[in-house]
């Protein structure tokens, strides 16, 4: 699996809503990110930089996150994300922390090789599952899943 190095900063969390929305609404003006990384011994909030994130969010490959959180490090891999609905932005990411005794589930990307005899006489491939969820250990969970449809 491929990796990605990325730095965080920790946050608080305010005790109500209206402070909670505010300071996440600071962050956000900031061009940071709100994140989390849950999984490990507790449950640990910080931001990323939106543009140090970007490589990492827009694009269809897996990686394993090496994060680096106040100079932290630890092994995770991106769980969701939430977009803003209009302006498509980045508003939140969960991170799982992965550890090497405890399996995981991730959506792995599937590949699609050869030719199908139906594309052959002129008609049309549909893909209707581009990932499939893979329950395993994080360091033997493929990048891809490649499926042959040549027959």
Known sequence: M???ELEGKSREIADNSADKKRALKA???ENRIPAVIYGGEKVIPFSV???AARNLIYTPDIYLVKLSIDGKPMNAILKELQ???VTDLPLHIDFLE???SKPIVMDVPVVLEGHAEGVKAGGRLNQQMRRLKVRGMFDVI???LTVNVDK
Do not use: D, I
């Open 142 to 144: 493929p990048e891809f």
């Open 27 to 29: 962050l956000r003006k």
């Open 83 to 85: 977009f803003h609905p």
């Open 2 to 4: 491929k990796t990605f």
């Open 49 to 51: 930089e939106s543009t």
């Open 98 to 100: 992965v550890s090497p």
